[in-house]
Structure formats: C-alpha cells, structure tokens
C-alpha cells in the first residue's frame, strides 16, 4: 500500500497505527459510515495501546506496594527458596493485575449498539430479498 502524501522516507515502512488513524475513503462508502468505523477502530486502538498496559501497571503496583514489605520477612524466614517465593508473588500479582486490566478493557471495548446491529440485520435482508417485478400493464 503505497500513500502519496507521506514522505518516501516512511513509504513502505508498515506504520501499524496509520490505517487507524486516517479517514476510511473507498468506493460506496460514505463519510458518516468510515467516520464511524474509524471511531471505533481509534478507541479500540487507545483502549489496547494506553487503557491496558497503564490498568496491568496501576493494579501491580497497589498490590505489591502494601504486601510486598509485609511479605518479605516471611519469605526470609523461608529455610529455602526465598527467591522462589519473592518471584512467585510478583508473578501471581502480575496474573491479578493482567485479569484486572482485561475486565476494566472488556468495559471500554466499543461494541455496535443495537440500533445499529437492527440497521445491518435489515441491510443484509434488503440485499438478500429479489426485487419485485414491476406490474404488467
């Protein structure tokens, strides 16, 4: 997909997020229809980009800060495998945290209303229905 209006520099490069961020123009699309799409595809894009990784960090660090010095004497008290330990509570706090975060995204996640799903549904139909054939007079 070559664009005309980059550089030469970045043509070709593979930028992920540039299909995002442009307006959709195709043949039998309208404007209102590719604004829409492209909406959603920019908040989803936001939601995975920013949403989740800044939630995982967030929620990782509330539930390490107050436990992890309340731990670590328990953990040296362990004979062996204090390291172990230490890394087996950072990695269930990690799994808590990435669960944590994919509920709060699973919320944000755009979805098409139901409106819009009646919309599509009777499209779909409208396509599929032969046209009536015109009177004979």
């Known amino acids: 997909m070559e664009i005309e209006h980059l550089s030469p520099r970045l043509q070709g490069t593979g930028f ?9 123009t195709g043949a039998g699309r309208g ?21 989740f990784p800044v939630c ?15 731990l670590t ?10 390291d172990t330990l230490d890394r087996a509570f950072s990695v269930v706090a990690l799994l808590v945290a ?3 975060a994919f509920a709060i995204c699973r919320r944000l996640w755009p979805e098409r209303t139901f409106q819009e799903l009646v919309r599509a549904r009777e499209a779909a139909e409208a396509k ?6 015109p009177p004979a007079i």
């Open 56 to 70: 995982t960090h967030l929620i990782y660090n509330v539930i390490t800060l107050p436990l992890r010095p309340a």
């Open 73 to 82: 004497p328990l953990f040296e008290r362990a004979d062996a495998g204090a």
């Open 31 to 51: 404007r209102a229809v590719g604004g829409a799409v492209n909406t959603v595809v920019l908040v989803r894009a936001i939601v995975v980009v920013l949403v």
């Open 128 to 133: 599929r229905r032969p046209e009536p054939d």
């Open 16 to 24: 992920a997020l540039f299909p995002v961020l442009t307006p959709a």
């Open 98 to 100: 990435l669960r944590g």
